[in-house]
């Protein structure tokens, strides 16, 4: 997956960014600029940039996706960052919830070589410490089908799988509550209307609003069916 041209590190962030924010949808410019905390100016000269070097496509009011070799590029920064964020957690010891803005910056900094061999090192992980799958060497992203917790009426059971990894102060709070990859968890009641919900998560019931929840991806267990 070596970039035959490396890319600065701001084209990194953006084309990573657009992946993040809708791989199979044009990203706006107004999104760009709240995701890097830039002006929309700045996103906007960026973005022609980066269609003069054919690795996005704008669209309506300058809205962009991803090509081919943009999509290329995306990927491989993914897999940087979570084989990253897995070996910060997992041989250094880190917690979880703190180890995202540390990996944003080595992922720009560690070269194919010293990656591949931490990969080996931890057995080719495919999921990272937040349950996000880890392409491959050859940029292979499984796709999987999750629901926001948040979609999910009372009664229901689910597993948590995946859980947003840009927020420290929300990640520590999930990490409490016990909302993390891998829990089953049963909404005891979910009140749309207010945007309050009572989760129990490990025998432990909490009550939690749409807002503080966003970001949490289940895989619904359906009935007579384990987890």
Do not use: C
């Not at 995202?100 to 010293?114: G, N, P, Q, T």
């Not at 926001?148 to 995946?162: D, F, N, Q, Y």
């Not at 049963?186 to 309050?196: P, Q």
């Amino acid at each position: 997956m070596k970039s035959p041209t490396p890319l600065t590190r701001s084209r990194e962030d953006y084309v990573k960014a657009i992946h993040t924010l809708g791989s199979e949808r044009a990203v706006t410019v107004g999104e760009l600029a709240r995701a890097l905390e830039v002006s929309a100016p700045s996103v906007t000269n960026m973005l022609a940039r980066l269609q003069r070097e054919r690795l996005v496509e704008l669209g309506h009011r300058g809205s962009a996706q991803l090509t081919t070799d943009g999509e290329r590029e995306a990927v491989r920064m993914v897999r940087r960052h979570r084989i990253l964020e897995t070996f910060l957690v997992k041989v250094l010891g880190l917690d979880w919830s703190e180890v995202h803005e540390d990996a944003e910056v080595l992922e720009h900094h560690v070269s194919e070589r010293v990656l591949d061999a931490i990969d080996r090192h931890m057995q080719h992980p495919t999921e990272d410490p937040h349950g996000h799958p880890i392409p491959d060497r050859r940029g292979r992203l499984p796709r999987r089908r999750l629901d926001p917790i948040t979609g999910l009426p009372a009664g229901a059971r689910a597993v948590v799988r995946e859980i947003r990894d840009g927020d420290r102060r929300r990640m520590t709070r999930w990490k409490q509550a016990g909302l993390v990859p891998g829990a089953e968890v049963r909404v005891a009641d979910a009140d749309e209307h207010d945007g309050m919900f009572e989760i129990e998560v490990g025998g432990r019931r909490h009550v939690l609003t749409s807002q503080g929840l966003d970001g949490v991806f289940v895989e619904r267990v359906r009935e007579g069916r384990a987890s």
